[in-house]
Every structure is written in structure tokens, then in C-alpha cells.
């Protein structure tokens, strides 16, 4: 069975500085890995994902994330946060197999918050 | 491009009552996924369908069914509602790769 830990319930960073929450999958073949953002009372914005190739993987508003197989991780980071960045942050695995979407497994979420 | 659009936004209802959710694709996208999300919790996966067909289930009891239509837009149905289906309802379309998220339907059961 797929399951994705997100260790980090909740994190503040000061503005400026740089962050990194921790994501870790256990899937049994080749995993497809998502980064999603939520503001409060929102839906799930896709932040960047990865499906093969380079393991480091960029996607909007700066963030980036890097896929180690050898750690079963997917952490997101980003060099300098913003204020606008204070949100719920989501791991997500899903499978690969047939090209196609197929269902997604999500973390229990990190909450990111942002200290001017 | 609107994205993929939820109907209604937020409702209330009572216990054993049903109710209906409806989802609308973003263009181009011909998968739907149903999620639903409590309170403090990640989501958890309901169903997805494809060609009007039910291809994936969840950990959902049966009371929780849906349906696809030929223009892709999709409902989530939930009989005989319980308090703790009080959720966060989200809505996904796909075409192959990545699923986009609706802004979600807030359901109340009092």
C-alpha cells in the first residue's frame, strides 16, 4: 500500500529565510511525487512534481523539490520565503504504471508559518 | 480556461439525509477524482472515474457513489449522511498526468 509521512505538523520560518519540509513515500514501483499548497478554506494548488528524470525538479512561486530513492523522500524547499507563502503544504504519491493519473495518496500536511 | 469548477460551495444538511455534489472538468481533461478532506487531515481518495466508468475506489463505504457524464463533468452522491462525513469535498481532473484541484465543496451534517 502507498503512504507518504510528513514529520513537520508545523513550521515557522522567519521571512527572507529559507525552508525546507520534509516528505517521505513508500510506494512499491515508481513513484509519481506531487508538492500541493492550500490557503485556508481553498482547494489544492499544484506547486511542482516529478515523474522521471532529473531528480531535482522546479515549480512555481520558487519552490523546488529533490526526489532521492535511495531516502524514499521528496522534500520541498525554498531558498528565500515570503509572507504570501504562509499556507498548508501537501506530499502527495501516486502511481505511474499506466501513464495516467491514478489515485493520490497525501500526507497529513504541514503548516507553514511566516514571521515578518 | 475556468479550471475545474465545484457545485455548491458550501451546504448544510442533516443526518440521514442524501445529498448531491457536482464537478466540472478543466477543458481538455477527461478523469475526475473525488476527495475528501476533514478537518486538519489530508485528503483521502474517494473514486475516479473515466469514460463514464468507475476506474478506482477508495476506503469508502457504498453509501458514497457517483457518476460521470459524456461531457466529463462528474457528481459525488452520499446517502444516508452520517456526522462524520462532515468534510472538505474536493473535486480533481486529469488527462494522464497531473490531477488539478476544484476549490471544494464545504459539507455541514448537523
Known amino acids: 500500500a502507498q503512504s507518504v509521512t510528513q514529520p513537520d505538523i508545523h513550521i515557522t520560518v522567519s521571512e527572507g529565510a529559507s525552508l525546507e519540509l520534509r516528505c517521505n513515500y513508500s510506494?512499491?514501483?515508481?513513484?509519481?511525487l506531487f508538492w500541493y499548497v492550500q490557503s485556508p478554506g481553498q482547494g489544492l494548488q499544484l506547486l511542482l512534481k516529478?515523474?522521471?528524470?532529473?531528480?531535482l525538479v522546479q515549480g512555481i512561486k520558487g519552490f523546488e523539490a529533490e526526489f532521492k530513492r535511495s531516502q524514499s523522500s521528496f522534500n520541498l524547499r525554498k531558498p528565500s520565503v515570503h509572507w504570501s507563502d504562509a499556507a498548508e503544504y501537501f506530499c502527495?504519491?501516486?502511481?505511474?504504471?499506466?501513464?495516467?493519473?491514478?489515485?493520490?495518496?497525501f500526507g497529513t500536511g504541514t503548516r507553514l508559518q511566516v514571521t515578518l | 480556461d475556468a479550471g475545474v469548477t465545484q457545485s455548491p460551495t458550501h451546504l448544510i444538511k442533516t443526518r440521514g439525509q442524501q445529498v448531491t455534489l457536482r464537478c466540472s472538468p478543466k477543458s481538455g481533461h477527461d478523469t475526475v477524482s473525488w476527495y475528501q478532506q476533514a478537518l486538519g487531515q489530508g485528503p483521502q481518495f474517494i473514486f475516479q472515474?473515466?469514460?463514464?466508468?468507475?476506474?478506482q475506489r477508495g476506503n469508502f463505504p457504498d453509501r458514497f457513489s457517483g457518476h460521470q457524464f459524456p461531457n466529463y463533468s462528474s457528481e459525488l452522491n452520499v446517502n444516508a449522511l452520517l456526522l462524520g462525513d462532515s468534510a472538505l469535498y474536493l473535486c480533481?481532473?486529469?488527462?494522464?498526468?497531473?490531477?488539478?484541484f476544484g476549490p471544494g465543496t464545504r459539507l455541514t451534517v448537523t
Open positions: 480533481a481532473s486529469s488527462h494522464r498526468t497531473e490531477q488539478y
Open positions: 502527495a504519491v501516486g502511481g505511474g504504471n499506466t501513464g495516467t493519473a491514478s489515485k493520490l495518496t
Open positions: 516529478y515523474f522521471s528524470g532529473d531528480t
Open positions: 510506494y512499491g514501483a515508481t513513484p509519481y
Open positions: 472515474y473515466y469514460e463514464e466508468e468507475e476506474r
